[in-house]
């Protein structure tokens, strides 16, 4: 049974080594794309007019591949990760941009007046009124960026054995040995399950107001699906 | 700007234009293999969604399936069935077709489920059976969501279609791949392109069916 998790040494890491460093590799830059989003998307909810050309932009950079994206940076970056995590970094925007927008516009005029009422100044009521009430759309876009992310970290094997788990194919192929891939195919995607389940746990951490159990009480604006909405908002 | 003087590079050399390696054949190879791919998920994707929306019933299952999916990772998927199957199209096409269902399936669902129900009520007061309901009313509807499920799904095929190459295949992917391997960052730089132009083009196609597809009424009440 441990045979199965034997890795060859010429990528000189254990097999938890790899899921940790797949994680990383996944995970800072969806992180990092939330962070870059946030004053975006404030911008855009602000300037109206802006809103629509964030969205070609994201669109436009989410239209190249991961491939590519990686080639050309090693140009500036190396053959190292930061290689890999800077395109999926960028990739991840499509996906928040519009989620937050859409998740901060839904917050109902009412709210906001009471909020104002209540003596919240601008910076208060966004944070304390505006980004909690935007966390199921926000956290929605979390699932679609970090699960997409997970999956194209495999990619950067191409570019000189970047790919965390990724680099099990490679190895499985040039020492013929299938069992590597197969394992580096079901991690990948257990360990993308298993960081959606946490996220949605975040999630009904953080909105303890929200309905549980019944998921037909959701409101119907709260569509699951951001990413593939943002493309039809940025055509519009 | 080190990329443009490479973008340059690559398309002026004219032995780039024409033969077995020449940028029409990959084009051509590129677009078989996505539009062979998006009709395949398509085929999937859209009854299921259809009638899953229209009935109202197995979202959650729907989702499930749709998480599962995407989990997946397309080019561990496709170096393990080209493991698996050997050389060919079909070990291109499984990956493709599991990275373009989901967003199909679940847009289509939301699309379906997001139509206003009065004029289905109304429909069926008229007497519409079910499938013309489904067809003439909820359909044209939902169409600009079901179209841009449709879109999401032909862009990510188009730029995931690179990694054919990596299993032997043709298509854009071949200008990248060899071009890493033989350290020609002219041919890398120049596929890049290709694709993401191609992937831009995609976009303005589905804009332009949106277009002349969805009915002027339900476009401006949108």
Aim: proline share 7%.
């Amino acid at each position: 049974m441990n045979d199965w998790f034997r890795i060859p040494s010429d990528l000189q890491n254990s097999y938890l080594g790899l899921i940790g460093l797949h994680l990383r590799e996944a995970v800072i830059p969806v992180l990092v794309g939330l962070v870059v989003a946030l004053p975006i998307a404030q911008l855009c909810v602000r300037l109206r007019w802006l809103y629509p050309p964030v969205l070609w932009v994201t669109t436009v950079l989410y239209a190249i591949p991961s491939l590519a994206f990686f080639v050309v940076l090693i140009d500036y970056t190396g053959q190292t990760e930061t290689t890999v995590m800077i395109p999926l970094g960028v990739y991840s925007l499509v996906v928040f941009v519009p989620a937050i927008v859409d998740g901060v516009r839904s917050v109902p005029q009412e709210t906001l007046d009471a909020a104002t009422a209540m003596g919240l100044g601008p910076v208060r009521r966004y944070l304390q009124v505006q980004l909690p009430i935007a966390v199921p759309a926000i956290i929605a876009g979390l699932r679609v960026a970090t699960v997409s992310s997970i999956s194209l970290v495999s990619v950067g094997m191409l570019i000189g054995n970047q790919g965390a788990l990724g680099n099990l194919l490679n190895d499985g192929q040039i020492y013929h040995q299938p069992r590597l891939i197969w394992l580096s195919v079901i991690t990948t995607a257990v360990l993308a399950i298993v960081v959606d389940a946490v996220l949605v746990g975040v999630r009904l951490l953080l909105t303890p107001w929200m309905p549980r159990g019944t998921r037909k009480a959701r409101p119907a604006e709260d569509r699951p699906e951001p990413a593939e909405l943002v493309l039809e908002d940025a055509a519009r | 700007m080190n990329v443009l003087h490479y973008i340059n590079l690559f398309f002026s050399d004219s032995t780039h234009w024409h033969g077995y390696d020449g940028i029409p054949t990959r084009l051509a190879e590129h677009v078989r293999y996505s539009l062979i791919a998006l009709a395949i998920a398509a085929a999937i994707g859209l009854p299921v969604g259809l009638l899953t929306g229209h009935t109202g019933r197995g979202g959650n299952t729907l989702s499930l399936i749709a998480t599962a999916a995407r989990a997946l990772p397309s080019f561990g998927l496709l170096v393990l069935m080209f493991v698996l199957i050997g050389f060919g199209l079909v070990p291109v096409m499984i990956p493709l077709v599991v990275l373009a269902v989901p967003p199909i399936l679940v847009t289509t669902y939301e699309a379906m489920r997001s139509v206003d129900p009065s004029p289905v009520d109304a429909a069926r007061g008229m007497g519409m059976n079910e499938a013309n309901i489904l067809l003439q009313v909820e359909l044209p509807v939902a169409l600009p969501l079901i179209l841009s499920g449709l879109r999401s799904a032909a862009i990510q095929i188009v730029s995931t279609a690179t990694i054919a190459a990596y299993v032997s295949l043709g298509g854009l992917g071949r200008y990248i791949i060899d071009g890493l391997y033989q350290r020609n960052y002219e041919k890398v730089v120049g596929g890049a392109t290709l694709v993401a132009g191609m992937a831009l083009v995609t976009l303005g196609l589905f804009w332009g069916i949106a277009r002349l597809a969805v009915s002027p009424g339900v476009r401006r009440s949108n």
